[in-house]
C-alpha cells in the first residue's frame, strides 16, 4: 500500500511569514494526526481529526497553527504567522481506526524559520 | 497519563541482540504497548505491539510481564542499519494519553 505523502519536503520561511504543509494519508484511513518534532525530542500531538471531523486539538497554538481536512481524506496544516520556535518537523500520520491500529507516518516536512 | 520510561541511549556491537527496557507504572487496563523505530529524516515506522506475555513479528520481540509496568523491546542480531531511536508508547491510538517521549537512541558500533 502507498504510505503516507507530504509535501514540501523542507521550507524555509521568515518570520511572521505563512506556511502550508499537505498530507494525502493512507487510503481508508479514517483517523489522522499532525505532529510537531522538534529536534532531539519525540513528536508531540499538536491535532488529530476523525474523518472530517477535529477530535483533539487542545495542543494547537490556535492563535497561529490551523488545519483542515476536507472530504475527510487530505489535510492542510497552516502556521500564520510563523515565529523562530516553530522551526520543526511536521510529521503527518494516519490510523486505521483510533484504538489498536498503529500509527503510519510519512516522512515529514522540515520548516526553518530565520 | 501512562508516562513511560526509557533509557536515553544505548550502544551494541554488531550481531548481539539488544533489550531495551521501557517502565510504564500507571499503564491502564485497556492500554497497548507500541514500539516505533526513527531514522533521521524519516518518520517513526512501526514496530511492534502488545498488549500481554510475548509477541513476536519478523523484526522484533515484545516481552510483557503479567504486572505489565514494564516492557521489552528485544532486537535479535542487531546490523549498523538498525542505529535509530526507538519509542515506547502506552495507550490507545487515539487517545489523549498517547505520548512520544524522548526515546532510547541506540548505535550499533561495527
Known amino acids: 500500500e502507498a504510505g503516507v505523502a507530504q509535501s514540501p519536503r523542507y521550507k524555509i520561511i521568515e518570520k511572521r511569514q505563512s506556511v502550508a504543509f499537505w498530507c494525502n494519508p493512507i487510503s481508508g484511513h479514517a483517523t489522522l494526526y499532525w505532529y510537531q518534532q522538534i529536534l532531539g525530542q519525540g513528536p508531540k500531538l499538536l491535532i488529530q481529526f476523525q474523518n472530517n471531523g477535529v477530535v483533539d486539538d487542545s495542543q494547537l497554538p490556535k492563535d497561529r497553527f490551523s488545519a483542515e481536512r476536507l472530504k475527510g481524506v487530505d489535510s492542510t496544516l497552516k502556521i500564520q504567522p510563523a515565529k523562530l520556535e516553530d522551526s520543526a518537523v511536521y510529521l503527518c500520520a494516519s490510523s486505521l481506526d483510533r484504538g489498536s491500529s498503529p500509527l503510519h507516518f510519512g516522512n515529514g516536512t522540515r520548516l526553518t524559520v530565520t | 497519563l501512562a508516562k513511560t520510561t526509557q533509557p536515553i541511549s544505548m550502544d551494541s556491537y554488531e550481531g548481539q541482540e539488544v533489550n531495551i527496557t521501557c517502565s510504564h507504572n500507571n499503564i491502564a487496563t485497556n492500554d497497548y504497548i507500541t514500539w516505533y523505530q526513527q531514522f533521521p529524516s524519516q518518520g517513526p515506522r512501526f514496530i511492534i505491539q502488545g498488549y500481554k506475555t510475548k509477541v513476536t513479528n519478523e523484526v522484533a520481540s515484545l516481552f510483557i510481564p503479567a504486572d505489565r509496568k514494564s516492557s521489552t523491546l528485544s532486537l535479535p542480531r542487531v546490523s549498523l542499519s538498525d542505529t535509530a531511536v526507538y519509542y515506547c508508547?502506552?495507550?490507545?491510538?487515539?487517545?489523549?494519553?498517547?505520548?512520544f517521549g524522548t526515546g532510547t537512541r541506540l548505535t550499533v558500533i561495527p
Open positions: 508508547l502506552v495507550g490507545r491510538t487515539g487517545a489523549n494519553n498517547l505520548f
